[in-house]
């Protein structure tokens, strides 16, 4: 259970807050806390036990929670623009209609995270573990996704523009009905995926993987493909760039 007397502090301000942690070398417990609602914008959290605190709608723009532990954390609603979550554990966590614009979540663990409706919009989400989790209808224009693992994950009906997805392992995961148009996808591998009806206009694509991947109705139109595979996809009524010099083996 959370300290009660961190509670107290919390309750007092950012300024307070903030001050006792550059004075005291003391690691803050927050466990099951119930924050709903707070304001926590630019909280000193770094490192903090937050595991299964209850952060429903509460305002977290631009606070420090790198390093923190989040497992399971009810985070529905929660405003985390411009956080920094670097290395925080945010398994399991319930971010259904979160809000992480220009958040920092770099080499952080979402395994099995529930991200539905989420706008991830510029945000860093390199190296990071997104295995089996829940991403359906997000934003994320311009989010940098690069070497993460999005393994068996799914991204139906999600805005991924100019989304950097170089060298990620995205195999069994679904995009059908998604957008990635202008995506980076140099060495991107996407073996076994659903991308049934998704945009792939303008995308750059170098030793991408498209092995048994299913590409029923995907639009390639001015897409550039440069040593791509594309062994057993099915390209029923895909459509293709007119090639000009590409490679497509």
């Known amino acids: 259970m959370a300290q009660h007397d961190q509670l107290a502090l919390l309750e ?5 807050w903030n001050e006792w942690r550059s ?3 003391i690691v803050p417990d927050l466990t099951e806390a119930k924050l709903s609602r707070a304001n926590l914008r630019g909280f000193n959290l770094k490192g903090a036990k937050l595991m299964r605190a209850d952060l429903g709608l509460a305002d977290l723009s631009n606070a420090d929670l790198s390093g923190a532990d989040l497992t399971r954390c009810n985070l529905i609603g929660v405003t985390l623009c411009g956080a920094m ?3 925080a554990s945010l398994m399991g966590c319930n971010l259904i209609g979160a809000k992480l614009i220009a958040a920092n979540v ?8 529930k991200m539905t409706r989420a706008d991830l919009a510029e945000s860093n989400f390199i190296g990071c573990e997104l295995i089996r989790v829940d991403l359906v209808e997000s934003f994320m224009v311009g989010a940098n996704l690069r070497m993460a693992k999005l393994e068996r994950s799914n991204l139906r009906d999600c805005n991924l523009e100019r989304v950097d997805l170089r060298g990620v392992n ?6 059908s009905r998604s957008t990635l148009i202008d995506t980076f996808l140099g060495h991107t591998n996407f073996t076994d995926a ?4 998704v945009l792939f206009n303008r995308a750059r694509m170098y030793k991408t993987n498209f092995t048994d991947a299913d590409l029923r109705r995907a639009d390639f139109a001015r897409t550039r493909f440069t040593e791509c595979i594309l062994d057993g996809a099915n390209l029923a009524e895909t459509k293709m760039p007119v090639p000009r010099n590409q490679a497509i083996a």
């Open 85 to 87: 979550l670097r290395r």
């Open 170 to 175: 995205a195999s069994y995961t679904d995009f």
């Open 106 to 113: 770099e080499q952080s663990n979402l395994i099995g995270a």
């Open 194 to 197: 659903a991308l049934i009806d």
């Open 23 to 25: 004075r005291y070398n």
């Open 12 to 16: 007092k301000g950012v300024k307070v």
